[in-house]
Each structure stands twice: as C-alpha cells, then as structure tokens.
C-alpha cells in the first residue's frame, strides 16, 4: 500500500512563495513517474507539473511555466513543487500523484494516469 503526504502549504501574499513536499511510504516510488495536481472550489482537479522517474521529462501547465519547479530527490524519495510568485488564482489543494506504471519515459498528464494520491496540501495566496 502506497501513501503519499503533502506538506508546506499555507498561508501568503501575491508574490510570495512556497514550497511544496511529497514523502510517500509503502515502497519507493524512484521508478514511477510523479506529478503534482491542484483543485480549488467548484473546480475540477488539473494537472500543476509532472515529471519521469529520471527527470528526463518535464511537463508544466501553462500557467505553471516560468513560476513553479517541479523536481525530485530520489536517494531520499521526496517530490517538490517550487511555488514562486504566487497569484491569488493559485488558491487551491495541491495534490501529490504517482502511477504505478515504471519507466515512463513521457510524464503523464491526467488525473487518471495516476493510481496514488495524498490527502492534499491548502495553498491559500492573498493580494
């Protein structure tokens, strides 16, 4: 059984930034690809950012390209999503999502790409 927690989301003012953390536990995921999603209220869940297992692809949203990295520690199993000047319309959970899949050589990109998901991390951007 595989779960994934979210931490470092909270509370901050356009411009600022934060920065996201995914551990997941059950078995090491260094050989799945993982990707980072976000909802907010009313809103169906869309892809942020995700990235092979190697780091060899990296797929980012349109409104994520130039402000948010994505980017992964595999000797320590972690996933990390950069949130640099923060908007308010980036208020939303942001979810961390591995597939099952291995070796991937393209990063998926839809919510059912991906069969683990954590409970998801509050980002909350005031202006």
């Known amino acids: 059984q595989v779960q994934l927690v979210e931490s470092g989301g909270g509370s901050a003012e356009a411009g600022a930034s934060l920065r996201l953390s995914c551990v997941p536990s059950?078995?090491?995921?260094?050989?799945?690809?993982m990707g980072w999603f976000r909802q907010a209220p009313g809103q169906e869940r869309e892809i942020v950012a995700a990235?092979?297992?190697?780091?060899?692809?990296?797929y980012y949203a349109d409104f994520a390209k130039g402000r948010f990295t994505i980017s992964r520690d595999n000797n320590n199993n972690r996933l990390y999503l950069q949130l640099n000047n923060l908007k308010p319309e980036d208020t939303a959970t942001y979810y961390c999502?591995?597939?099952?899949?291995?070796?991937?050589?393209?990063?998926?990109?839809?919510?059912?790409?991906?069969?683990?998901w954590g409970q998801g991390t509050q980002v909350t951007v005031s202006s």
């Open positions: 990235v092979t297992w190697d780091g060899g692809h990296i």
């Open positions: 059950g078995r090491p995921l260094f050989t799945s690809a």
């Open positions: 999502a591995a597939e099952q899949r291995q070796y991937r050589t393209v990063a998926p990109i839809y919510v059912d790409a991906y069969e683990y």
